[in-house]
């Protein structure tokens, strides 16, 4: 039966197959998603690959440039992490289309150095876009986008390929300024293509090469970044440090900090924590472990005080029964 099928299948149907099998091979990952529409798109949503329709007469130049687009998007879900690309980005308009560029042209880089097939679906996806935004009829650097004539000239270097004919004018009239104030920068980049935190500092120093430092926004140490959970806006605040004279049962001051793991929010919420009455310590308890996070007793107070005795508000609702009305009599 599945060989019918197969029989059945039409050439355009095989492509579709066969990218979408090639998609999860290189992002490494068999939850991916091909889909093709109308319009495709250079970036993966989450783990979705979006592609155009191939021509029906399916064309060697439509088949690499499609089998391009997916490669791309499917080494960004091998080699990228999201997480590492925002902590660096810049704030500027202008910086941040460099940084972006970059990022993609180094996960570009890592599949096309260890792949020729992938390199050579990369570069006629290139050639397309290239095309299609109409880099041949550019003729000064006043009226071209710094970011896409950039973003040729670091391919030529990284990928080890020459920018495709359609490009070729744009690299050429950024080349002599790009080189004069970047060249050291870029030639460093090449050693870093596998380590992307590292890349994206370089790339900051590309950045401030070209004139856009100011655009970078706050120079951080990246270091923060690996605790910034804990202060992130979805957390709770912290709860107010109690008063000196505010202690635990014990006799000690609270300190939320107690346990170098902590407590989880689920175990938070299985206690209650107590206070003694009147703010005062206990004085009967000797057991360090006796923390202010004790299981509730409602007629016991920490360390076996008695609580407060219940008093009646009225009687006016009681009822009395005796005990004979209850049970005979022996």
Not at 53 to 58: C, D, V
Not at 141 to 160: G, I, K, N
Not at 225 to 252: I, K, T
Not at 287 to 305: F, H, I
């Amino acid at each position: 039966m599945a060989e019918a099928m197969a029989d059945r299948d039409s050439p355009l149907d095989i492509f579709k197959r066969s990218v979408a099998q090639t998609a999860r091979a290189l992002s490494r990952t068999e939850e991916v998603e091909v889909v093709f529409a109308a319009e495709g798109s250079p970036l993966p949503s989450g783990k979705k690959i979006t592609l155009p329709h191939p021509s029906r007469a399916l064309g060697g130049e439509d088949v690499t440039r499609i089998r391009g687009m997916a490669d791309s998007a499917a080494l960004r879900l091998a080699y990228h992490d999201a997480g590492t690309h925002a902590a660096r980005r810049p704030e500027g308009e202008r910086a941040r289309a460099l940084y972006d560029m970059a990022e993609t042209v180094r996960i570009e880089a890592l599949g096309a150095r260890a792949m020729p097939g992938v390199k050579i679906n990369l570069l006629a996806s290139l050639e397309d876009t290239c095309q299609k935004k109409g880099y041949a009829r550019m003729d000064s650097r006043e009226t071209s986008p710094m970011a896409d004539a950039l973003s040729l000239l670091l391919r030529e270097e990284l990928l080890e390929a020459p920018p495709p004919r359609s490009g070729k004018s744009l690299a050429d009239l950024w080349r002599d300024f790009v080189q004069g104030k970047a060249s050291t920068t870029i030639s460093r980049l090449r050693d870093t293509l596998d380590d992307q935190q590292a890349f994206a500092e370089l790339t900051r120093d590309l950045i401030r090469d070209m004139d856009l430092g100011d655009e970078l926004g706050t120079d951080r140490d990246p270091s923060e970044d690996e605790g910034q959970d804990q202060d992130s806006p979805d957390q709770p605040p912290p709860p107010d440090e109690p008063d000196q004279d505010e202690q635990e049962p014990d006799g000690s001051k609270q300190d939320d900090s107690q346990g170098g793991d902590g407590e989880s929010r689920e175990d938070e919420e299985m206690n209650v924590r107590v206070e003694p009455m009147d703010g005062q310590p206990d004085e009967d308890s000797d057991d360090p472990s006796d923390e202010a996070t004790s299981p509730v007793r409602p007629n016991m107070l920490p360390g076996g005080q008695e609580a407060p005795r219940y008093k009646i508000y009225t009687r006016e609702f009681d009822e009395e029964i005796g005990a004979e009305e209850l049970c005979d009599a022996e």
